[in-house]
């Protein structure tokens, strides 16, 4: 049985564009055309680069929550 989806956001209002994210979970996260990252899908298939991802920007604008009971799975300190 595959883990339940995780909804992956940006707070692109935050977002430095450091490129770590894209770096570190290239196939949840991107840099879009204006340097700030993205999520590459609405949702993803939970994975601990993603956690990394989200606990390792700089100015914590990454969340992601269970898609389905919205509990924050990461960052989470
Ligand atoms: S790690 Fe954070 S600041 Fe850097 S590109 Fe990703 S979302 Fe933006």
Do not use: F, K, N, Y
């Amino acid at each position: 049985m595959s883990p339940d989806p995780v909804v992956v956001t940006v707070d692109r209002t935050r977002c430095i564009g450091s490129g770590l994210c894209a770096r570190t979970a290239p196939d949840a996260l991107a840099l879009g055309p204006d340097g700030r990252a993205v999520p590459v899908h609405p949702t993803a298939t939970p994975s601990h680069t993603l956690t990394e991802a989200a606990e390792m920007c700089p100015v914590e604008a990454i969340a992601v929550h269970h898609a389905t009971t919205g509990e924050l799975l990461a960052p989470i300190w």
